[in-house]
C-alpha cells in the first residue's frame, strides 16, 4: 500500500529554501520520492535544492495533510475502462495510464484542477514509463493492482492461459480455499496481464 512521506521544509532538515518557508511542510507518496531520488527513503533525508524543486512540481505534492493513502481513498473504478479491457485485443501505454489515473496514483483532487502543459492522460503515460507501471503488459505489474488489507487479509489470485480463453484470472478472498461467491472474481481477456487488471480492478469495487 502507497503510504506518505512527511517533508519537513526547515534548513536543519537539509532542504534547500529560502527562510519564509523553512516552517512549512510538504507531503508526497514515499514511491514518487523513491523514484524522483532515485534512492530508498528509509530514515531520515537530506534533498538537494533539485530534489526539492521536483518533488513540489510533482502533481501528487500536497502542501497541506492529506488522508491516507488507503482503498477507500481511492476514485471509483471506470465500468468503461473494464469493458475496453475486456474488448483490448493486447496490452497498451495507454491503458495502463487509464489505469494509472482509475486507481489513484495521481490524486483524485489533483486529476479535478488538473492544470499543466500537456493533458493529464500524457503525463499519466509518461508516469507509467518512469514508474514500470505496464500493468496490462505485464504479470507483475498487473500483480500490484490485486487489492491488500491490513492483517494479511486481502486477495489470492491465480491467472493463466487457457484453450477457450487466451487469458483468465481468478481471485479469492482472505484465503485461496474460501469458495463463498461473493468473495471471488473471475475475468477472462486477451492476454492473462488483462485479465488479471480486470479482476482486481473489480475486486477493487
Known amino acids: ?39 530508498s527513503m528509509a530514515g531520515p533525508q537530506w534533498f538537494t535544492r533539485e530534489e526539492s524543486e521536483k518533488m513540489r512540481a510533482h502533481p501528487e505534492w500536497r502542501d497541506t495533510e492529506p488522508p491516507p493513502l488507503t482503498e477507500s481513498t481511492r476514485p471509483p473504478m471506470n465500468d468503461d475502462l473494464i469493458a475496453r479491457l475486456e474488448r483490448a485485443t493486447e496490452g497498451s501505454r495507454e491503458l495502463d495510464a487509464e489505469i494509472y489515473l482509475c486507481v489513484g496514483k495521481i490524486a483524485p483532487e489533483k486529476q479535478a484542477v488538473w492544470d499543466a502543459p500537456i493533458p493529464l492522460l500524457e ?52 484465503d485461496a480455499s474460501n469458495c463463498n461467491a461473493e468473495d471471488e472474481v473471475t475475468a477472462y481477456a486477451a492476454t492473462p496481464a488483462l485479465a488479471l487488471c480486470i479482476a482486481a480492478l473489480r475486486a477493487r469495487g
Not at 500490484?144 to 484453450?163: C, D, I, M, Q, T
Request: net charge positive; charged share 25%; proline share 4%.
Open 1 to 39: 500500500m502507497r503510504e506518505w512521506l512527511v517533508i519537513e521544509n526547515s534548513m536543519k532538515n537539509g532542504i534547500f529554501v529560502s527562510a519564509e518557508v523553512r516552517d512549512e511542510k510538504g507531503y508526497i507518496p514515499r514511491d514518487v520520492a523513491e523514484a524522483i531520488c532515485g534512492r
Open 123 to 174: 503525463y499519466a503515460k509518461l508516469c507509467v514509463d518512469w514508474h514500470g507501471n505496464q500493468f496490462t503488459r505485464n504479470l507483475a505489474a498487473a500483480e500490484s493492482l490485486v487489492p491488500k488489507a491490513p492483517r494479511g487479509e486481502g486477495w489470492f489470485w491465480r491467472a493463466g492461459r487457457g484453450s477457450v480463453n487466451p487469458g483468465w484470472a481468478h481471485l479469492n478472498k482472505y
